[in-house]
């Protein structure tokens, strides 16, 4: 399905990450990978999951810093040549921002770290990559239903995931006559690093996975799945947009019994 692309993934943290079983999918199906990881705390995981999935290139990257992120690409250019696919799988607030109400914890550095981390690195990685991507060429960022309906806890996020979501609209409306498609994919929830952090996640896991049309939670695998779609040609009439991967969670306006 991806048969020899060249595919920038950036967000592993650990197995659980869904970036790792995007990875799988996309190493599974013939693509060559390289992998950027946040810092020096990730490379121990990173060297050895590079090591199973076709000796991908690694490349530390802080996302907060510009010239980080011009590096990333360049190295990634020197390598290839030219950049067939990107995975942004890159979320972050600080935690006192996604506990309580949000009129109790929102504050202006809160809002800022949260929006530079969860949606301006997309644009930054897109702009910096945009001229080294192929003719057809394919780019997909993580987000949350959190950005359309209002959800517990999840506050700035939600706001920083709408900003996200504009964001793929743009890039792909200007993209497309370059052959770039750009989607994002909106995750029901999945126990991850970023998710365990949160207190009450795994008694919302359970009372989602009974709401769901599917009537169960979905997969990081099923993620994965529909990940490497949006990144194959099979997917080259798709541009600009959210595809939920939620057991259907979404089409409810009440949830049934
Ligand atoms: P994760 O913790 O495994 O991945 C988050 C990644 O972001 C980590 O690899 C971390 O290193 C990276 N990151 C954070 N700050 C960074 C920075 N400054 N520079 C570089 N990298 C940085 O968790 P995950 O759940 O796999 O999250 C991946 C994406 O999926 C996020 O966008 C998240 O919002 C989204 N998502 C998660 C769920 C869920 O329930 N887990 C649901 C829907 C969407
Ligand atoms: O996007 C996410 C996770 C976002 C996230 C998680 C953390 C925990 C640790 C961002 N930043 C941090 N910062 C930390 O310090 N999800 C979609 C998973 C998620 O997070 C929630 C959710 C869901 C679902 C937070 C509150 C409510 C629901």
């Given at each position: 399905?991806?048969?020899d692309?060249?595919?920038?993934?950036?967000?592993?943290?650990?197995?659980?990450?869904?970036?790792?079983?995007?990875?799988?999918?996309?190493?599974?199906?013939?693509?060559?990978?390289?992998?950027?990881?946040?810092?020096?705390?990730?490379?121990?995981?990173?060297?050895?999951?590079?090591?199973?999935?076709?000796?991908?290139?690694?490349?530390?990257c802080?996302?907060?810093n510009?010239?980080?992120?011009?590096?990333?690409?360049?190295?990634?250019?020197?390598?290839w040549?030219?950049?067939?696919?990107?995975?942004?799988?890159?979320?972050?607030s600080?935690?006192?921002?996604?506990?309580g109400?949000?009129?109790?914890?929102?504050?202006?550095?809160?809002?800022?770290?949260?929006?530079?981390?969860?949606?301006?690195?997309?644009?930054?990685?897109?702009?910096?990559?945009?001229?080294?991507?192929?003719?057809?060429?394919?780019?997909?960022?993580?987000?949350?239903?959190?950005?359309?309906?209002?959800?517990?806890?999840?506050?700035?996020?939600g706001?920083?995931?709408?900003?996200?979501?504009?964001?793929?609209?743009?890039?792909?409306?200007?993209?497309?006559?370059?052959?770039?498609?750009?989607?994002?994919?909106?995750?029901?929830?999945?126990?991850?690093?970023?998710?365990?952090?949160?207190?009450?996640?795994?008694?919302?896991?359970?009372?989602?996975?009974?709401?769901t049309?599917?009537?169960?939670?979905?997969?990081?695998?099923?993620?994965?799945?529909?990940?490497a779609?949006?990144?194959?040609?099979?997917?080259?009439g798709?541009?600009?947009?959210?595809?939920?991967?939620?057991?259907?969670?979404?089409?409810?306006?009440?949830?049934f019994?």
């Amino acid at each position: 399905m991806v048969n020899d692309k060249k595919i920038l993934v950036i967000g592993l943290a650990n197995k659980y990450s869904i970036a790792a079983s995007i990875c799988d999918v996309l190493y599974e199906q013939g693509a060559e990978l390289a992998f950027s990881y946040q810092n020096e705390r990730f490379e121990k995981f990173i060297n050895g999951f590079a090591a199973t999935h076709g000796d991908a290139k690694t490349f530390v990257c802080d996302l907060s810093n510009d010239s980080e992120i011009k590096d990333l690409i360049k190295n990634c250019v020197e390598n290839w040549g030219e950049i067939d696919g990107i995975v942004h799988s890159v979320g972050f607030s600080p935690a006192d921002q996604i506990s309580g109400n949000i009129e109790d914890c929102i504050t202006r550095e809160g809002f800022a770290i949260t929006h530079d981390i969860s949606s301006y690195s997309f644009a930054a990685v897109v702009k910096e990559a945009a001229p080294y991507m192929s003719k057809s060429s394919s780019i997909i960022t993580l987000t949350y239903i959190g950005s359309q309906e209002a959800t517990p806890n999840y506050n700035v996020m939600g706001m920083a995931k709408a900003s996200l979501e504009a964001g793929v609209r743009y890039f792909s409306a200007s993209l497309g006559s370059k052959g770039i498609r750009v989607n994002a994919v909106s995750a029901g929830p999945i126990k991850t690093l970023a998710a365990s952090g949160i207190k009450g996640f795994k008694s919302m896991l359970n009372k989602h996975g009974k709401e769901t049309p599917l009537g169960r939670n979905i997969t990081a695998k099923e993620v994965g799945n529909t990940s490497a779609f949006l990144l194959s040609d099979l997917s080259s009439g798709i541009t600009g947009q959210v595809i939920y991967v939620d057991g259907g969670y979404n089409i409810q306006a009440m949830k049934f019994d």
